[in-house]
């Protein structure tokens, strides 16, 4: 079974930047596509980046510009890079993934609990 544990979230000021990381951990062989979403208060949760296993990304037009999703395979980690800041931005974020639990299993979506990250003006 496979964790997606989220990490980076915090307090910051309009302008301001934050990175996000999310963690895989657990018995698993690799992950394939993940992706970023958040919920805002009040609201769906929205979908924000996306980055194929071959590292292809894919943004939100929203965020746009300002958000970069990456990912290192040696540590299972995936990461969203956050500039400039806007108080809409603030959400809890929630990593997305499918993870293969074996070298010839099918894909399993997972989600992490989220990491609240709040844009004060």
């Known amino acids: 079974q496979v964790q997606l544990v989220e990490s980076g979230g915090g307090l910051v000021q309009a302008g301001g930047s934050l990175r996000l990381s999310c963690a895989a951990s657990g018995n698993f062989f690799s992950i394939s596509a993940a992706g970023w979403y958040r919920q805002a208060p009040g609201k769906q949760r929205e979908w924000v980046a996306g980055?194929?296993?071959?590292?292809?990304?894919n943004y939100a037009d929203s965020v746009k510009g300002r958000f970069t999703i990456s990912r290192d395979n040696s540590k299972s980690t995936v990461y969203l890079q956050m500039v400039s800041l806007k108080t809409e931005d603030t959400a809890v974020y929630y990593c997305?993934?499918?993870?293969?639990?074996?070298?010839?299993?099918?894909?399993?979506?997972?989600w992490g609990k989220g990491t609240l990250v709040t844009v004060s003006s």
């Open positions: 980055i194929t296993s071959g590292g292809i990304t």
């Open positions: 997305n993934a499918d993870v293969a639990p074996g070298l010839y299993s099918s894909l399993i979506n997972s």
